[in-house]
Nanobody, 132 residues
Framework: VQLVESGGGLVQAGGSLRLSCAAS????????LAWFRQAPGKEREGVAC????????WYGDSVKGRFTISRDNARNTVYLQMNGLKPEDTAVYFC??????????????????????????WGQGTQVTVSS
């Protein structure tokens, strides 16, 4: 699985950006997709996750109400629409993908696990800088 992010850049506080992550080498509709970010000197943080079969997305607490994750299975692409950006959103943003696994027919990926589980593939990251 290969993931390539795009759409990062410099934006003023209050502005918007849309990140894209194009996937290849996988059956995209079977994969959960997530966005993470990492700022200098800080731990990696889960931003958002979208699973398969039109499941409801999950978000990190710091971005709820401002960011929206979506996927286009026809284009093998996942998006992160970021509105109301703040300087503290400045980070390198990474796309991650993992084929959804099941235990007794129940997905093992949940709201409680998505931000801490191991993902099969990661992108190279795209820088987002928000100026005050």
């Amino acid at each position: 699985v290969q993931l390539v992010e795009s759409g990062g850049g410099l934006v003023q506080a209050g502005g918007s950006l849309r990140l894209s992550c194009a996937a290849s080498g996988c059956t995209f509709e079977y994969y959960a997709l997530a966005w993470f970010r990492q700022a200098p000197g800080k731990e990696r943080e889960g931003v958002a996750c979208i699973t398969v079969n039109d499941g409801a997305p999950w978000y990190g607490d710091s971005v709820k109400g401002r960011f929206t994750i979506s996927r286009d299975n026809a284009r093998n692409t996942v998006y992160l629409q970021m509105n109301g950006l703040k300087p503290e959103d400045t980070a390198v943003y990474f796309c991650a993908a993992d084929r959804v696994k099941y235990s007794f027919g129940v997905p093992t990926l949940t709201d409680a696990t998505w931000s801490s589980m191991d993902y099969e593939a990661w992108g190279q990251g795209t820088q987002v800088t928000v100026s005050s």
